[in-house]
């Protein structure tokens, strides 16, 4: 059977933004400016970029493109030792980050509703914690589950069954043909609409103040290379998948490039409106804008809603800003289960509607848990092990393969033989040396954070029981897949590979 393809470059390059750009790209990064420096933080992240997630991004794409398969298939098609770390890869994203993604995306479309009638009231914070979710004091206390986001789950991964389920060019490439554009559409729109807010100008300088003083900290730069790991997508399995598809001539670096550089691109511009309707809430409430910003889950579900309570056209402001990032998530949500879709079509031979069909029944089914109410706890839990363990393990595990087992230089070789941009050798040395030691880095910060003091302020018992549990499981999966025999014919193909 013949291996599907992306009808044109620019489908491949528009799915593998919709991978990178999700909803960490909206709220995680104008945080994480205004934290570390402002304008400033932009010389750590722009580093980070062009020496490890550009880099990181290419070894990727060479190894799926070169060996032609998915990540488990890529790998072994290297080195048979080394199928178990695509399947942890696409199985943890699979069984794990997915599972727990698409119930924030549930969020976002309930509060699309919810916008209309800004129906959050006088008190976004009560609304969101003790009236929507209905929140457990304890992770171990699950409740039952919550109605709204259960159902509004199950709408999600309909969507996601709908795309995937279509295939390459008729689903996938198609559906980021539209989400792409929508969503720059809209996200400008906003950003434009955020600036004429009074007191835009007052968040605007909050966010970009630069202030090079904290650069000098180590733990900035390691935070920037960590903000470019995870908005791109490195480690999922997912860009290994999405290169395995394209034709024999195709442009790696100029791929590589646009995806990186737009990615970021898109973090700065939405940074923009966030900060201008901080700025508004701030200047409204007569309180500086250190006093009205907040990260994550609170940005989006409490701050925002509270300045769209007072700005003029609030109700159209939030349907559409809640309506970005449902198509900022489903753009991602949708990479991750071709991933692992992919991997199992390679080895088993099934056929597609039927690995999507159960693998988006069985994906909902683990979205349960995510949805009663102590589910934002697990969500907080697991997606700590799993991001900051998980991914950068994978990640490390890649350079080794691709640098000290298969030879960087081959792959170095194949990126020019089919790429516009020539690789400098230097990126031999980033992949070998730099990036492992960047990692690596990484993950012992981690692990010292977490031996001090158990994350989040959960009790041991709980991480276990939940977070580390989690990740034997999907280890579990992995080594089962491992060890299940591929088809023959890909097997033949194996060997012709190696040989």
Partial sequence: MAREQWN??????LAAVGSAIGLGNIWRFSYMAYQYGGGAFLVPYVVALLTAGIPLLLLEFSMGHERGGSAPLAFARIDRRFEAVGWWAVTFVMFGIVLYYTVIIAWCLNYCVYSAGLAWGPDPNDFFFKQYLQLSQNPLELGGIRAPVFIS???IWFLNWLIVFRGIGRGIEIANKIFMPILFVITTGLVIWALTLDGASE??????????SKIAKLNVWIDAYSQIFFTLSLGFGIMVAYASYLPAKADLTRGAVLTGVINSMFSLMAGFGVFAVLGFMAHAKGLPVAKVVSQSIGLAFVAYPQAMSIMPGGQVFGIIFFASLVVAGLSSSISIIEAFAAAIMDKFALNRRFVVTALCILGFIGSAVFTTRAGLLWLDIVDHMLTHYGLVTVGLLECI?????????KLRLH???????HLPRIWEHLIRFFIPVVLGLMLAGDIIADCKKPYGGYSCFAIVMIGLNWIVFTLIVAVVLTKRPWRYDYMLHLKEKQG
């Fill in 8 to 13: 044109s470059q620019l489908g491949f390059v």
């Fill in 153 to 155: 789950t199950a709408v």
């Fill in 203 to 212: 968040g605007i300088a909050a966010y970009l103040y630069p202030d090079f």
């Fill in 401 to 409: 393969l691709g640098a000290w087992v298969f030879g960087i230089k």
């Fill in 415 to 421: 990126i020019n033989a089919v790429s516009s941009i």
